[in-house]
């Protein structure tokens, strides 16, 4: 995603019939849904294709900041689980891990 900003900022309003968005960091950027699931697949869709990235190529995904941290920390805390599952069944901890001072996306 080299031509992708690591963030960015999306207008949503809601009408009757859905959402629709606008993307602030790419000009006539804009997409709309029935739902707000399909808007979040769709401001993909209209990002990948505004940058002309096509879908073979397409490595990754927008999603709401606050979805973002809570997906993270959910795994954060299924790794902790499964780690202390493996110590307190007496496993020797064999595997090898990587320590980031940052999460990507």
């Not at 000009?27 to 709309?32: A, E, G, L, S």
Request: charged share 30%; glycine share 6%.
């Amino acid at each position: 995603m080299d031509k992708l900003p690591e963030e960015i900022t999306v207008t949503i309003h809601k009408t009757p019939e859905g959402f629709w968005a606008k993307v602030k960091e790419f000009p006539h950027c804009y997409t709309q849904a029935d739902n707000f699931i399909e808007l979040i697949q769709m401001l993909n869709d209209a990002i990948f294709s505004y940058v002309g990235i096509s879908e073979k190529d397409r490595n990754g995904f927008y999603v709401p900041k606050a979805f973002a941290e809570e997906l993270r920390r959910r795994e954060w805390g299924k790794f902790f689980e499964q780690l202390k599952n493996k110590q307190s069944m007496g496993e020797a901890m064999s595997e090898k891990y990587v320590i980031a001072t940052s999460c990507g996306r």
